[in-house]
T-cell receptor
Framework: GAVVSQHPSWVICKSGTSVKIECRSLDFQATTMFWYRQFPKQSLMLMATSNEGSKATYEQGVEKDKFLINHASLTLSTLTVTSAHPEDSSFYIC?????????????FGPGTRLTVL | QKEVEQNSGPLSVPEGAIASLNCTYSDRGSQSFFWYRQYSGKSPELIMFIYSNGDKEDGRFTAQLNKASQYVSLLIRDSQPSDSATYLCAVLKGSNYKLTFGKGTLLTVNP
């Protein structure tokens, strides 16, 4: 149980274009999902907390107009990187917390590797 | 003082040995503690969580929590080369469900 998927697993795009990444909880409902970014050999950096049916909460320093988050259902959250630039190239990972899990454990998706040319 | 601190390593142990990974945290209000394993180029996967003082065992893994000392550890018995990865300690506090991660400890198990 507690499986989280992401799509796509990798994407290459041109500078200036937008890229959408999907995060799905496959066997549980997730009112809260989280989006992280990880650069090579660095730790996870939380970008934002996504709550179903409400606006995302962004961490300090993360541009909300650049990283658009939508959590329209209890099993799907999307992250759109708008007007992507080479410095946005990174490993984007989502995690989800089950509505019914009292331990508040976060289960991670497999990640999306974004390369902006 | 960093919120969650781990020795970055690398920690190198021979196959079959016990690997001991340590983590300290600064906020006494922290509620739950998680250990994740991350292989190079992959996302983190949950190993186990602990929220009560004492030991918690799951197969070859034992998590230990000492809230008075603000210390949590992970022991890996009979270490295998496949255990070679970065181990992340994460701490949960507050009602926003956010985890605070340490920078991770790189473990290498030598055959």
């Amino acid at each position: 149980g507690a499986v989280v998927s992401q799509h796509p697993s990798w994407v290459i795009c041109k500078s200036g274009t937008s890229v959408k990444i999907e995060c799905r909880s496959l066997d549980f409902q997730a009112t809260t999902m989280f989006w992280y970014r990880q650069f090579p050999k660095q730790s996870l950096m939380l970008m934002a907390t996504s709550n179903e049916g409400s606006k995302a909460t962004y961490e300090q320093g993360v541009e909300k107009d650049k990283f658009l988050i939508n959590h329209a259902s209890l099993t799907l959250s999307t992250l759109t990187v708008t007007s992507a630039h080479p410095e946005d190239s990174s490993f984007y990972i989502c995690s989800a917390r089950s509505v019914t899990d009292p331990t508040d454990t976060q289960y991670f998706g497999p990640g999306t590797r974004l390369t902006v040319l | 003082q960093k919120e969650v601190e781990q020795n970055s390593g690398p920690l190198s142990v021979p196959e079959g040995a016990i690997a001991s990974l340590n983590c300290t945290y600064s906020d006494r209000g922290s509620q739950s503690f998680f250990w994740y394993r991350q292989y190079s180029g992959k996302s983190p996967e949950l190993i186990m969580f602990i929220y009560s003082n004492g030991d918690k065992e799951d197969g070859r893994f034992t998590a230990q929590l000492n809230k008075a000392s603000q210390y949590v550890s992970l022991l890996i018995r009979d270490s295998q080369p496949s255990d070679s990865a970065t181990y992340l300690c994460a701490v949960l506090k507050g009602s926003n469900y956010k985890l605070t991660f340490g920078k991770g400890t790189l473990l290498t198990v030598n055959p």
